[in-house]
C-alpha cells in the first residue's frame, strides 16, 4: 500500500512518522538496520507535524530534535544506521563528526548518486527528496512510502547495492 502525505509539505509528515516507527523498531528488533540513499543531508530540526513526539525515545541535550539526534539514538539503541552521501564535500564535516559519534553509524561517498532512498524495519520511502531541510519541509517534491515487506525489500536492496559502490566517508 502506498501513501503520500496531504496535510504536510513535501514528505514532512511521512519522514516523521518514518523515523518515528525506526526508531521504535530499533528498540525491539534484534539486527536492526537504517539505509538511507541521499545525496545531501543535513542536521535539520525535525518540525513537530501532528500530536507525536519524539521526547520520550530520544536523548538529546536540545530542546529541538535533529535529524542526528534520532540517527544517534537508533545506533544506542543497538541498531546500524548505514548512510550512502554524494561527494559534495560542502555537506561532509557535520556527517564526519556523527559518523566519528559511533561505531554504529556508518557513512559512505557514492559520487555518481542521485537517487533518494530510506529504508528500515517497518517501512521506506524512495523518491525525489533530499535528506535536508528543504527537501523534506519547503520543496514540492515526489516520493512514495510503503510498508509491505516486499516493497521494503526491494528498496533496502537498492540502497544495500549503492553503499556497496560507496567508499567511507574521509
Request: glycine content about 8%; proline content about 2%.
Amino acid at each position: 500500500m502506498t501513501q503520500r502525505s496531504t496535510r504536510q509539505p513535501s514528505g514532512k509528515a511521512t519522514l516523521y512518522n518514518f523515523l518515528l516507527n525506526e526508531l521504535l523498531a530499533s528498540q525491539a528488533v534484534n539486527g536492526y538496520e537504517l539505509w538511507i540513499l541521499s545525496p545531501w543531508v543535513t542536521n535539520f530540526r525535525l518540525q513537530r507535524t501532528y500530536h507525536v513526539t519524539f521526547s520520550e525515545l530520544v536523548a538529546t541535550r536540545h530542546e529541538e530534535l535533529h535529524l542526528f539526534d534520532v540517527l544517534r539514538q537508533i545506533a544506542a539503541n543497538g541498531g546500524m544506521v548505514r548512510l550512502t552521501i554524494g561527494d559534495d564535500n560542502r555537506y561532509h564535516a557535520p556527517l564526519r563528526l556523527l559518523n566519528e559519534q559511533s561505531l554504529r553509524i556508518d557513512i559512505r561517498v557514492y559520487a555518481q548518486l542521485h537517487g533518494k532512498a530510506y529504508a528500515g524495519h517497518y517501512g521506506a520511502i524512495a523518491g525525489s527528496p533530499n535528506l535536508t531541510h528543504g527537501g523534506i519541509n519547503q520543496n514540492a517534491e515526489i516520493y512514495r512510502y510503503v510498508h509491505d515487506t516486499h516493497s521494503i525489500a526491494q528498496l533496502r536492496q537498492q540502497c544495500i547495492e549503492h553503499y556497496q559502490q560507496g567508499v567511507a566517508l574521509q
